[in-house]
T-cell receptor
């Protein structure tokens, strides 16, 4: 079955420090992986995606994510966090031959000044 | 460029009432989705549609029906609303895997309260 796990409900980090938001997935075959961000009372905004190719994917607002096939992970990272990065982050997966797009439970990122 | 448009934005229903949430996209996407978002539960897939005329159940389909009216429109119907269906509902669209992967584009959501 297709699934996504985001093991941390909340991640706290000081401004200027690096941040990591974790995601692991389960899907048949090769995965297509996505990260989205949601600000309060807003819809979801796309950050980045892994389809194929380089395992390190760069996206919007300085975020990047590393695809690790052996660990079935796709962790979101940023070298230097900003207070404005505080939001709810979602990881999502779809399989090679399916339109089914499954999201994780979300991780709330709090960046403190 | 509107993207994905959902109506209404807010709705209050009484238990047992029915209603239809409307969704339309103008990006010529084949795939469309309905999700619900609840605190601590993330986004859960209710139904999805790979193309006009096809629909498939997601993770939490019970209590809902959908119609893919044409390529642009995908509606979600609650036949007899229950308080457990109080949630924020999101519609999304994306392209087929076979057509080149795009990310999903989301509407702004419908906040539904069932009393």
């Amino acid at each position: 079955a297709q699934s996504v796990a985001q093991p941390e409900d909340q991640v706290n980090v000081a401004e200027g420090n690096p941040l990591t938001v974790k995601c692991t997935y389960s899907v048949s075959g090769n995965p297509y992986l996505f990260w989205y961000v949601q600000y309060p009372n807003r819809g979801l905004q796309f950050l980045l995606k892994y389809i194929t190719g380089d395992n390190l994917v760069k996206g919007s607002y300085g975020f990047e994510a590393e695809f690790n096939k052996s660990q079935t992970s796709f962790h979101l990272k940023k070298p230097s966090a900003l207070v404005s990065d505080s939001a709810l982050y979602f990881c999502a997966v779809r399989g090679l031959n399916t339109d089914k797009l499954i999201f994780g439970t979300g991780t709330r990122l709090q960046v403190f000044p | 460029n509107a993207g994905v448009t959902q109506t209404p934005k807010f709705q209050v229903l009484k238990t047992g009432q029915s209603m239809t949430l409307q969704c339309a996209q103008d990006m010529n996407h084949n795939s469309m989705y309905w999700y619900r978002q609840d605190p601590g539960m993330g986004l859960r897939l209710i139904y999805y549609s790979a193309s006009e005329g096809t629909t498939d159940k997601g993770e939490v389909p019970n209590g809902y029906n959908v119609s893919r009216l044409n390529k642009r429109e995908f509606s979600l119907r609650l036949e007899s609303a229950a308080p457990s269906q109080t949630s924020v509902y999101f519609c999304a669209s994306s392209e087929h895997p076979g057509q080149g992967i795009t990310e999903a584009f989301f509407g702004q959501g419908t906040r539904l309260t069932v009393v």
